[in-house]
C-alpha cells in the first residue's frame, strides 16, 4: 500500500498521502468516528428498549445503520480527505479486477470457520458466560422474513463499507505509511475488534480483522476487503435467523 515520493521532488510535485495526516487529526477523526458509532448504538438500544408487544425494530435498524454510516464518510471527507488534499483514492477505493471479487467470496466460509473456532477457544479459556448483545438487537423477536432481509442489507451492505473505509482505508493506510506492513495490520485490527465493544469478542473480531488487511495488501484494493467482510456478515445473519426459524433460543444475549 506504499506509494514511493522521492524525497527531492518538490512541494509542487509531490503527491498528496495519508502519512500527510498529523497523528491529531487522526486521533480526532477517529473520535468522532466513535462518537457516531456508539450514538448510533445508543438510540439502537432506546429504540429496542421502547418496542412493545412484538413490534420489531428491523426498520429504525437499517435507517440508523445508514446514517452512521453517511456520518463516518461526512467525518472522512471533511476531516481528513478535504483538509490534506487527498481523495478516495488515497483510502484504496481503486478498481479491483473480477478475480479477486470471486476469491474474496470464496473466502468467506473459511474465515467464518476460522473466526468461529477461535471464538469458541477464547470463551473456553476466559471461563466466563458469554454475552453478545448485539445479537438480541438484529432479531428480538425471533425471525421474520422482513427483519431479515432488512437486517442483511444493514449488516451486510452498508455497515462493511463504512467499517472497510475507516479502518482499512483510513488507519491501516495511514499506520501502513508511518510504521509498514505488520504493525499497521496489527494496530487497525486490534481497534477494529475493540471497537465492537465486546471483549469476548477481541480475539475473534482480531482474526476477521487481519483476513480484511490481508485481502488489501494482496489486492491492492478495499473492494475484496469489502466483499469479504459482507460475506462474512451475511453468513453470520443468515445463520442468526435460521437458528430463530428452527426455535432455537439467542446465544450469548442476557
Not at 146 to 175: H, N, S
Not at 211 to 239: C, D, E, R
Request: contains cysteine; aromatic residues 12%; glycine residues 6%.
Amino acid at each position: 500500500m506504499n506509494t514511493h515520493i522521492d524525497e527531492k521532488s518538490s512541494p509542487r510535485d509531490r503527491i498528496a498521502s495519508l502519512a500527510d495526516v498529523p497523528l491529531s487529526q487522526l486521533i480526532l477523526a477517529f473520535i468522532l468516528f466513535l462518537v457516531a458509532i456508539k450514538g448510533i448504538a445508543y438510540f439502537l438500544s432506546a429504540f429496542f428498549s421502547a418496542t412493545e408487544n412484538g413490534s420489531s425494530i428491523s426498520y429504525p435498524l437499517i435507517l440508523i445503520v445508514l446514517i452512521q454510516n453517511l456520518l463516518i464518510l461526512i467525518i472522512v471527507r471533511n476531516v481528513l480527505l478535504k483538509k490534506y488534499g487527498l481523495n478516495w483514492q488515497n483510502l484504496g477505493l481503486l478498481p479491483t479486477s473480477v478475480n479477486w471479487c470471486y476469491r474474496a467470496i470464496l473466502l468467506t466460509l473459511p474465515l467464518v470457520a476460522t473466526v468461529g473456532i477461535v471464538n469458541v477457544a477464547a470463551t473456553q479459556l476466559i471461563n466466563t458466560e458469554f454475552v453478545n448483545p448485539q445479537l438480541e438487537m438484529l432479531a428480538p423477536q425471533g425471525f421474520k422474513w422482513d427483519a431479515y432481509i432488512i437486517t442483511m442489507i444493514a449488516t451486510g451492505i452498508i455497515a462493511p463499507f463504512g467499517e472497510e473505509v475507516v479502518f482499512r482505508g483510513v488507519i491501516l493506510g495511514w499506520l501502513d505509511q508511518k510504521f509498514g506492513k505488520y504493525i499497521a495490520i496489527l494496530i487497525s485490527s486490534l481497534l477494529f475488534a475493540s471497537t465492537h465493544g465486546i471483549p469476548a469478542l477481541i480475539p475473534a473480531l482480531m482474526v476477521a480483522g487481519i483476513a480484511f488487511a490481508g485481502i488489501v495488501y494482496k489486492s491492492q484494493s478495499l473492494w475484496p476487503a469489502i466483499i469479504l467482510h459482507s460475506g462474512f456478515n451475511m453468513f453470520m445473519t443468515t445463520a442468526l435467523y435460521y437458528a430463530l426459524s428452527q426455535g432455537a433460543n439467542l446465544p450469548g444475549t442476557q
